[in-house]
């Protein structure tokens, strides 16, 4: 069973008509009106030869260069999700309370890339050993306990 359409807004009124007298148009200019407008104008700036504008433009490029190495570049971020056992995520909440018993506040973000940072600098040795320490997991969200 079809069911029926709304019925449609009326469209807005057409404006009303202009007064007889608003439809006068100005009478047309005459050259002796053009000329004295245009003598009141003020006058047109002469074009810069191009040699002072490519010396000109020489000179500012590198002060915009300058102050482009000034401002520190914009880091990409990516977000990601990922599986960690409850034992490990409170140990990420104690190190936090432990960087701010050190007056140091921290997010967990941070303390994840600075273990980056730790593992980085270690030695293919000393990387192999700290994954071996790491057990394996399910990959995926966990399920409903």
Known sequence: ?????????????????KAAGAAKKSPAKTAP???????????????????????TSKVTAPAK?????????????????????KTEYAQIADLKKRAMGLGQEVKKSELIRAGLLLLTGQNDAGLLKALAAVPTLKTGRPGKA
Do not use: G, L, N, W
């Not at 069911?3 to 009303?16: D, F, H, I, L």
């Not at 260069?65 to 056992?85: G, N, Q, Y």
């Open 1 to 17: 069973m079809a069911t029926a359409r709304p019925a449609r807004p009326a469209r807005k009124a057409a404006p009303p008509a």
């Open 33 to 55: 009106q053009r000329a004295a407008r245009q003598a009141a104008a003020p006058a047109k700036p002469t074009p810069v030869k191009a040699a002072t504008a490519k010396a």
């Open 65 to 85: 260069a300058e102050k482009k190495k000034d401002k520190p570049e914009k880091v990409k971020v990516v977000r990601d999700s990922f599986t960690i056992p």
